[in-house]
């Protein structure tokens, strides 16, 4: 007998469905194999028509829930709508992201309906009909593969960038629209607005192009040589733990375990030595490259091209380079 289908619960904000989407579905259709039954996407909201047949070019089956209670994020009217869908449905697993809609939803949701579940997971696998999983401790420095007890369904919640999106041809599969059980947002709980960064801020998981700065900069004195490094690559700044601490650069502009997870096309790694809680949030960016002048400092390990040097030598003549390119265009 087919077991029963993987849910993906399609995460979208701003009528724009995230990335995280798209990375689980790719897990999900490859565990759907696994299992040899169907991969399903859930989306949840208002007028989302057109997400659902996007999805649906990666999923056998979307179903898309409508109504007025869903317009905005709402943890409650989420888990409520979820919990009657699973209870119908009998899914073999549920993966949600780990993100804050995610951590609002799957804890209060397995409890209610008396699953297990795992969180922040980075790999997932079925074995002998039980789900594995893999987690990361202890800020990253060890990856803990963990059996959860035989149930029927399970919900996971799944790391950001922990799966690249895949191409395995378009689906095409069958969409179905739900009407939405619950007709308004309970009172103790609603929607306010969303709050995005003020103009001249930047969102570093959505760039392309990452330059990255750690220690090595030696002094706040000498990030503006970085900012204008970024500026000619037409990326934008991060940093290692290291430069928040000291308040060079904001809270949102670290990359790690305790900052953001970024997976640029370009990582620009820049007198960073490499700690294993800063590797963890960039160390799927499609290109790599560090500039440090320790032959052995560990970021060299996770780097397509390395430059053992000053920085302070190497960043200027880069800055250079750039300038005689763009002068020449």
């Known amino acids: ?4 289908e993987i849910f993906v619960l399609a995460e979208h904000r701003m009528s724009e469905l995230r990335d995280v989407t798209f990375e689980m579905l790719t897990k999900g259709h490859e565990l759907a194999g696994q299992l040899s039954t169907q991969l399903t996407a859930v989306l949840l909201g208002k007028d989302v028509g057109g997400m659902a047949r996007e999805l649906a070019k990666w999923a056998h ?9 869903l317009k905005d994020f709402n943890a409650d009217v989420y888990q409520a709508v979820l919990a009657e869908l699973i209870r119908e449905r009998k899914p073999a697993l549920v993966m949600i992201g780990h993100t804050s809609y995610g951590v609002d939803v799957a804890p209060s949701l397995a409890v209610q309906l008396g699953v297990p579940i795992a969180t922040d997971c980075i790999d997932l696998c079925f074995e002998d009909g039980q789900l594995c999983v893999v987690r990361q401790l202890y800020g990253g420095k ?3 593969r963990a059996r959860l007890k035989k149930a029927d369904t399970y919900i ?3 790391r950001q960038a922990a799966f690249q999106p895949g191409e395995y041809g378009p689906l ?9 059980p619950v007709k308004e947002p309970p009172a103790e709980r609603k929607f306010v607005e969303i709050i995005t960064p003020p103009p001249g801020e930047v969102d570093i998981t959505a760039a392309d192009i990452i330059v990255a700065v ?14 204008e490094l970024a500026k000619l690559l037409g990326g934008v700044v991060a940093c290692s733990r290291p430069i928040v601490d000291k308040g060079w650069l904001p ?14 096309k370009l990582y620009l790694a820049i007198g960073i030595s490499g700690a294993f809680q800063h590797v963890v949030g960039m160390k799927d960016s499609e290109l790599i490259i560090a500039i440090n002048k320790d032959p052995k400092a560990p970021i060299f390990r996770f780097s397509d091209y390395g430059i053992v040097d000053d920085l302070f030598k190497v960043v200027p003549e880069l800055i250079k380079q750039l300038e005689e390119i763009k002068g020449e265009a």
């Open 1 to 4: 007998m087919m077991a029963g």
């Open 61 to 69: 089956k979307v179903i898309y829930v409508e109504g007025d209670a």
């Open 142 to 144: 060890v990856n803990a």
């Open 156 to 158: 996971v919640t799944v």
């Open 172 to 180: 095409n599969g069958q969409v179905e629209r739900v009407e939405c």
């Open 214 to 227: 750690g220690r090595g900069i030696r002094d706040k004195e000498n990030l503006p040589m970085i900012e």
């Open 251 to 264: 809270k949102d502009r670290q990359v790690g375990s305790s900052g953001k997870t970024v997976k640029p």
